[in-house]
């Protein structure tokens, strides 16, 4: 004992002692049941953010009294114990943190502590794995052939083939999946793992053709290290940022060699609750053929952005030109020498713009509003450098640690972090900030300057990451036409609010998206979306993301108010991260494993 | 610099002092050119291993001669400097044990140094990259997106695309690869990653084919940890032995995502080298379109097994049921109730053996001369365990660190360590092996009781891996009959030497491979066959290894006796590490960088 203590550093000794006492104080008052000895171990403003682990949800407390009502609720029957330094998580990035482990009644948590003299100032607690239910990877992998002598014995080959060809017709999915994009797809990956039979069911005829068909300058805005999927991390010659048929492919080797039951071009025409039977009755159309599938639970992963909005404009059915929306974009080639109109302004809006622009076509970009910018250098440098870069990784920053780092802050002070980085930002690379400002552009940093992530946590839009238009629009390569609305149409040509009329023989609406639930309106029922109300958001009362204060995101990941409903989605990060605990969620219930869900979120806004 | 000696536990102190004074003392010597210095660092038999990095060879000298002789030829080119510790490596397995790094004139190299009594016992050295050419991976990798605008941009899909229509036609490759199994593939993502242009021409519809399509029951019997290909590991959740259609989608999908030209249904017709124009002519049929390609290196990667051996038998041309050799065998079950004669007593001999027996075939094995056998799982723990094993993984060891490993014991000395692994594997094992030489089993250990490792490097055969059907030889349910040959066979039989005759409806030729330079003899010609010689092999004077003692594998990635042709192949461990060196070499003559060769093998075995 006395070596131990010798062998570190002075200065971490005191921290060190400071978090096992805690951690012991803490143990200690729960296994006592003693909420009162808990709550006095937390500071006034202190959060306790819990990823499944507690509460079979995914939720923050804020206060001593939230900590209260959490343990209150969920003490009994969590049994938590074990709580000890997760020595092999590492070292934490400062003193007055560290990372943590503990068991619960059913499973085996891992998380993060903040003190704050000495009391817990944020606490993350997340559900890592199930006992009894751990996943066959390291030491549990598969041994890959029985060894001996097996009468009849069935190769990998024939066991998977039998398994795809009777999966949906001799035998029911306990899960279905409705999209197999990334997020579709890590969910898979995970519940595949557990044991979990499941089908993703994707309307295009290749995994990856969700980035395949997209305008073909697509590329990744978030960096390599950012974007790993789960058990298969990119090689160290992948790109920074992938090209869009690049991710494609990659998407769909995983698909493969992951054995995940991906049904591609499966249309999901409808689906139905049986509330007596708990299960779902889902009609899809595989290659043509209407058949049903009975899942006990119904994932909705059709894309975080929901379903696209188009504008209603005056002239639509008169305007002769190609119009359509930035999802349904093909890119540049046949625009060379034309005339277009881009409405909009965030990422989709830029990339089309310069893409066409650089196969000479004649580009105008209607802004209708404000949009945060941010260089993409200056944010892989200030914003994600810390977690998420070649330098992370050779200070020994693995993606589980990047992770759990980023899930420990909670949403309400998330901006705390963010204000200074984009204050940052805008000093650097404040010529560039001025010189789009002076070709008219209408710049913001967020309504509380918190920049970039926070507009993408409160509404999903909002912004560009710059990776070139930005001197097109300033230099007046690409043309601007800001702080208007278009009109009307007539055959040929845009009218704006400012009087001015752009002649046009493209049109594309990169006006955004709606929310999640608009999938479950057009699958289930608009009483079902009504049910299940708005997707994501945090409920900062900011521009597009109403309160009231909700501390996580809307429906994402966790228990909705319709049963057996779930949503999946987010970026290449948030699809990898977030669906360990989906898939875990799910797992449970597949078990028997009672799942009491603590703080139902409530409906505020049904879209 | 004290503080840093004070840091360190003092048993390790002086070794640590110990090697780092004879990386001086060498680099001195090196350095002032004074081989008789050089010389005094080594012990009387000491061996130094080099890959590429002095002799543009695989290469061991043996001796303070051969040392002498290696530093008189290749000093004043290679120009090494900087010998250090290779911290980034981590520590050495044993106190007189070190990682080393050291620069030459064209590269950067790692190695591995064992003292003994201060001098050198063993050296290793390898050359790592070349400068200017290192690979873009980690801090290197491409960006993915040229930010900016640039007018008519290419995206990555349709730069790839011209890449794929141009190679071959309007452009030609510097390397042609024949053979797309795992060495072919191996090597071209290092080739593609080191820029050198490259197709791999396989005769098969798909990558993968040459495992997909073997017997249904094969799994590979090295473990996961030994298999891992270049810049991709197996995921954790990868079996510990692979299915051969898993391990074949994983080869497809890799080929895939590493971008690699691979010419599938593409069969290799005929080659000549130009000697003046230093070129090869390669006549291709592709999708059943005769073409030829022009590289400037040509790699044959068919298999370091090579052709098969057919034997040739009386009566095979009256026989009326089902004969083939052991690469054609399909599987067992067209032969459920058949009589089934397995001929050879090797791993695919078992393999064959056991998949018939489990589908209620009558299965006899006719074992013509003494074999290994060696149990997966005690070849796991005892032979591999240490380097390649999730407890290896867990214990810090990393595949480079594991591969250097094995590459640091000399051939001429590696038997020493072999020997004790199998003593005791013998002594764990000794009622297993009891019961199945009671049932007349032939049993050996190799001439030496080196045990499957050492026949591997030897002859490339004469073992298996037992992972069940050794059982059922020692208990009957295989028929064997051993010390016999076969002598003829009627119509419906088999008649061995003991005057037994077998009734049979099939006949597997488990009989073996030849070397690969026969693939030389018929692709090219039976002169540049000879010319180059027998492939494989060590040299030691053992069964089916002739001397006189080469110390490396005759042929294998290294300079042959015909200018720009090389042999590549091995498991999935030699394909991995060597393809580096391979890799390296033609990188090299591509980019023009001098590369004598010191110690170019003379041939002394046609086949």
Known sequence: ???????????????????????????????????????????????????????????????????????????????????????????????????????????????????????????????????????????????GIEHGAVPNRQTWLEQRRREAEELGHATQPYVVVVGGGQGGIALGARLRQLGVPTIIVDRNPRAGDSWRKRYKSLTLHDPVWYD??????????????????????????????????????????????????????????????????????????????????????????????????????PGPDAYSGKKAVVIGSNNSAHDICAALWEVGADVTMVQRSSTHVSRSDSLMEMALGALYSESAVASGMTTQKADMTFASIPYRILHLFQIPVYDAIRERDADFYARLEKAGFMLDFGDDNSGLFMKYLRRGSGYYIDVGASDLVANGDIKLESGVDVVRLTEDAV?????????????????????MNGW?????????????????GLGSGTAKDPGPWEGELRNMWKPTQQEALWFHGGNLHQSRHYSLYLALQLKARMEGIPTPVYGLQEVHHLS
């Open 1 to 143: 004992m006395t070596e131990t203590i010798t062998d570190r550093p002075v200065d971490t000794l005191g921290t060190r002692t400071e978090v096992t006492r805690w951690l012991a104080d803490f143990e200690k008052a729960l296994t006592a049941r003693d909420i009162d000895a808990a709550a006095t171990l937390f500071v006034e403003d202190c959060y306790w953010r819990d990823l499944v682990a507690f509460t079979w949800n995914i939720v923050t407390v804020e206060g001593i009294e939230g900590v209260r009502d959490l343990l209150a609720q969920t003490l009994d029957r969590t049994l938590p114990s074990g709580f000890a330094v997760a020595e092999e998580l590492g070292e934490a990035a400062a003193d007055t943190e560290s990372w943590i482990k503990f068991d619960t009644s059913v499973g085996r948590g891992l998380g993060h502590l903040r003190l704050r003299d000495g009391k817990a100032w944020t606490l993350l607690t997340t559900l890592n794995e199930l006992k009894g239910h751990e996943e066959p990877k390291r030491d549990r992998r598969p041994k």
């Open 228 to 329: 790993h999927l789960p058990y298969i991390d990119f090689p160290p010659n992948w790109p920074v940022f992938s090209p869009k048929d690049k991710i494609a492919d990659w998407l769909e080797m995983y698909t493969r060699v992951m054995e995940l039951n991906y049904w591609s071009s499966t249309e999901c025409r409808r689906a139905s609750y049986d509330e007596a039977a708990k299960e779902w009755t889902v009609v899809i159309q595989r290659e043509g053929v209407e058949m049903t599938l009975r899942p006990k639970q119904l994932v909705l992963a059709t894309g975080m952005s929901g379903k696209p909005s188009l504008p209603k404009i005056d002239g639509m059915d008169v305007f002769k030109g190609d119009q359509h929306h930035s999802s349904e974009h």
């Open 495 to 515: 009218v704006l609010s400012n009087g001015k009329t752009l002649p046009a023989d493209l049109i594309v609406y990169a006006t955004g998206y709606g929310s």
């Open 520 to 536: 479950a309106a057009d699958l289930i029922s608009p009483e079902v979306a009504a049910k299940v109300g708005k997707c994501w």
